[in-house]
């Protein structure tokens, strides 16, 4: 997993000018850039944000005494040894994805932050944390003061802040998770800068973002309109306070894995095997999950002349909608019993799949008269 920090390149931008000026020094850098490549000595960003910091008289926890900064060879560290060090980070090569899904973030106060850490942990994702250029004071977010900058922003949507040291390219990612605070009911403009600099036409997007209370809906429909997107899936909105089982709840229940929806429910019967095709929900994608760890075996009730209905050793999430059912539905009835129909019945039930290939008389002549065992199980 890599992350890709940013933080220094704005003051470094500053700085770089103030060194331009040490002309009788150029050449001396170039040798003294070289010798610091030679000494197997790889700096990163992370660095660059310390040694600033500490050149900035700022408070540093991290303890500099070990690291090799003093680039120049003058005994000091100071603003030039801070230039040689970007140029050898700038020098070093890009990082190639080690993952085929990203998770990227902007979080000013660390709740996005805390929520897309989870999401790493759970997805092994690469990641690239959105820094602005020009970074965020507190006096910058103090939302109640209408003349902040983020306010002046978020009123005006032809903003865009610039990002410092943005991700050089997507290519290589499939899906990206895209976190952002709530500002203002919704997303910050940053996060339309970093939209517009890429080509996300072939991409699977996952917007996800914290808040006070806001919802996602309006960062999601402003996402959608703004550039083309491969496809973006329904995204989440989590309080500063989630778990990260809230967190692998959502990602568990998310239509991202093609192996799933090509995995298969078999259904054994009165020595019968049956085959059903799970539904696109995420009720159905919960089973396979959990039967991915073992079978189990469900004692199904003779109920109505149309259907076998028995309770499942866990909930699952509901999205009941009324139907009509026909013979060989499979449906989450009332978050954990199954039922599999071999007739019809109107209700409101959460889809989990579908008995394939069989005909209304052959299924009601497999499951029978009376109760019946059905052992459950996953197959790819
Ligand atoms: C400028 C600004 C505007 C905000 N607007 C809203 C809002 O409209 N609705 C809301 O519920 N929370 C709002 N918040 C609260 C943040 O969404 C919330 O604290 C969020 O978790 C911060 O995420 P972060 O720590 O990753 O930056 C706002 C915060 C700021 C700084």
Same mark, same amino acid.
């Given at each position: 997993? @890599?992350?890709?920090?940013?933080a220094?390149?704005?003051?470094?931008?500053?700085?770089?000018?103030?060194?331009?000026?040490?002309? !009788?020094?150029?050449d001396?850098?170039?040798?003294d850039?070289?010798?610091?490549?030679?000494?197997?000595?790889?700096? *990163?960003?992370?660095?660059?944000a310390?040694l600033?910091?500490?050149?900035?008289?700022?408070?540093?926890?991290?303890?500099?005494?070990? @690291?090799?900064?003093?680039?120049?060879?003058?005994?000091?560290?100071?603003?030039?040894?801070?230039?040689?060090?970007?140029?050898?980070i700038?020098?070093?090569?890009?990082?190639?994805?080690?993952?085929?899904?990203?998770?990227?973030?902007?979080?000013?106060?660390?709740?996005?932050?805390? &929520?897309?850490d989870?999401?790493?942990?759970?997805?092994?994702?690469?990641?690239?944390?959105?820094?602005?250029?020009?970074?965020?004071?507190?006096?910058?977010?103090?939302?109640?003061?209408?003349?902040?900058?983020?306010?002046?922003?978020?009123?005006?949507?032809?903003?865009?802040?610039?990002i410092?040291?943005?991700?050089?390219?997507?290519?290589?990612?499939?899906?990206?998770?895209?976190?952002?605070?709530?500002?203002?009911?919704?997303?910050?403009?940053?996060?339309?800068?970093?939209?517009?600099?890429?080509?996300?036409?072939?991409?699977?997007?996952?917007?996800?973002?914290?808040?006070?209370? *806001?919802? &996602?809906s309006? !960062?999601?429909?402003?996402?959608?309109?703004?550039?083309?997107? =491969?496809?973006?899936?329904?995204?989440?909105?989590?309080?500063?306070?989630?778990?990260?089982?809230?967190?692998?709840q959502?990602?568990?229940?998310?239509?991202?894995?093609?192996?799933?929806?090509?995995?298969?429910?078999?259904?054994?019967?009165?020595?019968?095997?049956?085959t059903?095709?799970?539904?696109?929900? !995420?009720?159905?994608?919960?089973?396979?999950? @959990?039967?991915? *760890?073992?079978?189990v075996t469900?004692?199904?009730?003779?109920?109505?002349?149309?259907?076998?209905? =028995?309770?499942?050793?866990?909930?699952?999430?509901?999205?009941?909608? !009324?139907?009509?059912?026909?013979a060989?539905?499979?449906?989450?009835?009332?978050?954990?019993? &199954?039922?599999?129909?071999?007739?019809?019945?109107?209700?409101?039930?959460t889809?989990?799949?579908h008995?394939d290939?069989? *005909?209304?008389?052959?299924?009601?002549?497999?499951?029978?008269?009376g109760?019946?065992?059905?052992?459950l199980? &996953?197959?790819?």
């Amino acid at each position: 997993m @890599k992350k890709l920090l940013s933080a220094f390149v704005s003051v470094l931008m500053l700085m770089s000018l103030s060194c331009a000026g040490e002309t !009788s020094a150029d050449d001396q850098a170039e040798e003294d850039l070289a010798s610091a490549a030679t000494a197997d000595t790889r700096f *990163s960003a992370e660095d660059g944000a310390l040694l600033q910091s500490y050149l900035l008289g700022r408070p540093v926890e991290t303890d500099l005494s070990g @690291k090799n900064y003093d680039l120049n060879g003058n005994g000091r560290w100071d603003v030039f040894d801070l230039c040689l060090l970007k140029e050898q980070i700038e020098a070093q090569p890009a990082e190639e994805p080690q993952s085929d899904t990203i998770v990227v973030y902007f979080s000013r106060t660390g709740n996005t932050e805390k &929520i897309a850490d989870y999401l790493l942990e759970i997805t092994g994702a690469d990641s690239y944390v959105i820094q602005a250029a020009v970074p965020y004071s507190d006096e910058d977010i103090a939302y109640n003061n209408s003349s902040c900058r983020a306010d002046q922003e978020q009123n005006d949507k032809t903003v865009r802040p610039e990002i410092a040291d943005p991700i050089s390219s997507l290519d290589g990612y499939d899906t990206v998770f895209l976190g952002y605070p709530i500002w203002w009911g919704e997303e910050p403009r940053i996060i339309d800068t970093f939209l517009e600099s890429y080509d996300l036409s072939e991409k699977t997007v996952i917007p996800f973002c914290t808040s006070g209370s *806001s919802g &996602i809906s309006v !960062s999601e429909k402003n996402i959608a309109a703004l550039v083309p997107i =491969g496809e973006q899936l329904a995204g989440k909105r989590f309080s500063a306070s989630a778990s990260k089982d809230e967190v692998q709840q959502w990602y568990d229940s998310l239509p991202l894995t093609k192996e799933e929806t090509e995995m298969k429910l078999n259904i054994t019967v009165n020595g019968q095997e049956l085959t059903a095709t799970l539904a696109d929900s !995420s009720a159905a994608k919960e089973l396979a999950q @959990k039967l991915e *760890s073992g079978s189990v075996t469900v004692e199904l009730g003779e109920y109505g002349g149309f259907e076998k209905v =028995g309770a499942l050793p866990w909930s699952l999430t509901r999205s009941d909608e !009324s139907t009509v059912t026909q013979a060989g539905d499979i449906m989450l009835y009332q978050g954990s019993q &199954i039922t599999i129909f071999y007739g019809s019945n109107s209700w409101s039930y959460t889809p989990l799949g579908h008995v394939d290939g069989l *005909s209304q008389e052959e299924l009601s002549e497999i499951l029978g008269q009376g109760d019946v065992s059905a052992e459950l199980s &996953i197959k790819k």
